[in-house]
């Protein structure tokens, strides 16, 4: 693997809804127009505390805490940290799109979603870490932001009136605002939605803005939790109007088939008719959390299953191994040498962890899971300084070849500062930091919830009592899980722990004590007095499993793990990007086996090999897990192009000597194949 060139190189708390726990037709007078100071003077004292949501809204069943509530640490933590040293913390360094002449930076650069998608994940980062650099380096953009709002409410660059990047700026100034309590944030948001309500009737959304209306409505309902404005509620009203209807779309779910250009017409309109925004992966990975985001303004039931639908039709028609929909980057089918766009990824998690705050659904957690240790780091490179435009589970080259995207170009599968296009180079950096941001939820009964798993530690407000809770695992890479939790004073509360519908036969122990065996695909709830120094533990059962794809191939998992057979890798620099490069990748080893399982018990013959648990695990150098099984090669399966050809429909036969191959974690092989014939 390359290694780039590597660069030289008591927060406040966010308002709480203080005397405003009501319904808004209780409002007091003075706070029910478009104050823009009346919460700018509040900080609370204590530590950080989820904010519900207000009537006339649905209650969640969970809240996810703000920005600072939890910290990553362990492995977690050495993954942000390499996130931080790698091209995240550098972006601005090396790619003008986001440097010193930022349309974000009052410059004449550019100005439209590359500087919003930045900070997106950039400020997070900076918090989790707690890292001054990198906070310096956010800020600037924000304090330009926040100091530059026209005096008609609008904010961002002159140069365009494009709803879209507004709509992920709102993003990181409601993460901005949790972490550092900025009394300028608020008002800003107030000023923009009044002037928002009313100039869309006039200029509706359109194009992106109109197929990602429900990340909008997420921080509006962030600010009517805040301030109780009614007239939120009527701009979030008119963006669902003037939104796609998502839901209508997977309650008649029409792309069942790979996307052509010709299918969609691609060159009328630049890509912006609705036929290809609807069929467009990242606005389907948007998508995703449309039905429980509008279901907290409906209350409609049928609203808050779309998404369980929505996940089921994609992966019905489109699924891949890694927890991905294939968007390449338009629906592509389910054939494991498509691909999935990075944006798409980092998109779909922001997406689920949307939605399981809201609807406290298990398997909405097994997903995010998936993606977090499966398709986002497989498509970076181990030092993080390059990235993936495409990714694909069978990825048997990495090269400037046609084939096989529906509508994206020759460098789609390339690891570089930014090909094929530079929306990724900015946007995957919100995928690490806000799945750590999600560990850990409130419960709409003030509960503490472990909504996925990895270390780190949590400090909140439950009940108004100070609640410090670490959590210790390797978890994914083993299966044992424990926490100790440290109220500061005993107190009564659920903790709510997420049983994942693999995990049959999970243990839960309390201080030493085994507990009722939970369900799996449920959250177990203990509920007791917690008092300092309470200690729970968990084991999750890592047995290998089996999973059935594209023509019947198999892929192989444990636990959120999907396996691969890593490729021997032949890394040829194309070309020098300022502190990084872009690079293909050759492969040095044949990688057409099929497997030999037994059909009456396709796991009965894996083994499983464990090795020392060290700080970068996603590599194939650091892998603490490893699967050998039985397989055969299939001279027949070739690549075209450097393209594999679709898996062979299974059974297949093979007249070549049976042999042992090893399997390591789909992140940690570069060059792999996901899905196999099977024997």
Not at 104 to 114: A, D, I, N, Q, Y
Not at 444 to 460: F, I, K, M, N, Q
Not at 474 to 499: D, K, M
């Amino acid at each position: 693997m390359p290694t780039s060139v590597q660069a030289s190189s008591s927060r406040h708390l966010f308002l709480k809804q203080v005397g405003l726990a009501g319904p808004t037709s209780s409002l007091p007078a003075r706070l029910a127009g478009w104050s823009c100071s009346a919460f700018a003077s509040v900080v609370p004292s204590g530590w950080p505390a989820a904010v519900k949501n207000r009537a006339p809204l649905m209650q969640n069943a969970f809240y996810l805490l703000p920005l600072g509530a939890i910290k990553p640490a362990g492995w977690l933590r050495a993954q942000l940290q390499l996130q931080a040293d790698g091209l995240s913390g550098h972006l601005d360094e090396t790619w003008p799109d986001v440097g010193p002449k930022s349309g974000w930076l009052g410059g004449s650069g550019e100005s439209w979603e590359r500087g919003p998608y930045f900070l997106d994940g950039l400020t997070p980062l900076a918090y989790l870490l707690g890292d001054a650099r990198l906070k310096a380096k956010a800020q600037k953009y924000i304090d330009w932001t926040l100091d530059n709002q026209s005096a008609n409410g609008m904010f961002g660059p002159r140069s365009n009136d494009d709803w879209w990047p507004r709509i992920v700026m709102l993003k990181v100034l409601t993460q901005y605002q949790e972490a550092t309590g900025d009394p300028r944030v608020i008002p800003l948001m107030q000023r923009y939605f009044q002037y928002q309500l009313a100039e869309l009737p006039k200029r509706p959304l359109r194009d992106w803005g109109r197929f990602r209306w429900q990340d909008e409505a997420v921080s509006v309902f962030w600010l009517y939790n805040r301030t109780g404005d009614p007239k939120l509620l009527d701009l979030v009203s008119m963006l669902h109007t003037q939104g796609y209807d998502w839901i209508a779309q997977y309650a008649n779910f029409k792309y069942k088939e790979r996307i052509t250009r010709e299918y969609i017409r691609l060159e009328e309109g630049g890509g912006l008719k609705d036929l290809a925004l609807a069929t467009h992966g990242v606005n389907n990975g948007q998508a995703i959390k449309s039905g429980p985001v509008w279901s907290v303004f409906s209350g409609s039931e049928t609203d808050r299953k779309a998404v369980l639908q929505m996940i089921a039709e994609l992966d019905r028609y489109h699924g891949l191994p890694n927890g991905m929909f294939s968007c390449d980057e338009h629906l592509a089918g389910p054939n494991p040498s498509q691909g999935s766009e990075l944006c798409t990824v980092v998109e779909y998690m922001f997406s689920l962890e949307q939605s399981l705050a809201i609807l406290g659904e298990p398997a909405l957690g097994d997903r995010l899971e998936r993606l977090a240790f499966n398709a986002l780091p497989g498509t970076l490179t181990d030092d993080m300084w390059a990235h993936q435009y495409n990714q694909e589970p069978n990825q048997v080259e990495c090269s400037l070849h046609g084939r096989p995207w529906t509508t994206d170009g020759p460098e789609s599968n390339l690891f570089g500062l930014e090909p094929n296009f530079g929306c990724c180079t900015a946007n995957f950096n919100q995928g690490w930091p806000k799945f750590a941001a999600s560990l850990f939820m409130l419960s709409h009964d003030d509960g503490l919830v472990a909504s996925a798993y990895a270390p780190c530690e949590v400090r909140t407000m439950v009940r108004d009592t100070q609640v410090h809770l670490t959590e210790e695992t390797n978890y994914p890479f083993r299966g044992t899980v424990q926490w100790t939790v440290n109220p500061a004073s005993p107190l009564v509360f659920p903790l709510l722990l997420r049983i994942p519908q693999w995990a049959t036969g999970t243990k839960i122990r309390v201080n030493g004590q085994l507990q009722q065996q939970p369900a799996a695909g449920s959250f177990a709830r203990i509920e007791r007095t917690w008092k300092t120094g309470d200690r729970v533990e968990v084991e999750f059962p890592l047995e290998p499993r089996v999973s059935r794809w594209f023509h019947g191939s198999v892929a192989a998992e444990r636990g959120p793990l999907v396996f691969s057979y890593g490729i021997g890798e032949d890394w040829l620099k194309l070309r020098d990007r300022g502190m990084t490069a872009d690079w293909q990748i050759y492969p040095t080893t044949q990688w057409n086996y099929a497997l030999a399982l037994d059909p009456a018990s396709p796991t009965y013959g894996i083994a499983v090999v464990e090795t020392e648990m060290k700080d970068l695990p996603f590599t194939a150098k650091h892998t603490p897990v490893k699967l050998e099984v039985k397989g055969r090669k299939l001279p027949q399966w070739r690549a075209v192009d450097g393209v594999a050809d679709p898996v062979p429909e299974s059974p297949v036969t093979s007249d070549q000597p049976e042999e042992t191959i090893t399997l390591i974690p789909y992140a940690a092989a570069k060059l792999r194949i996901t899905a196999f014939p099977q024997t």
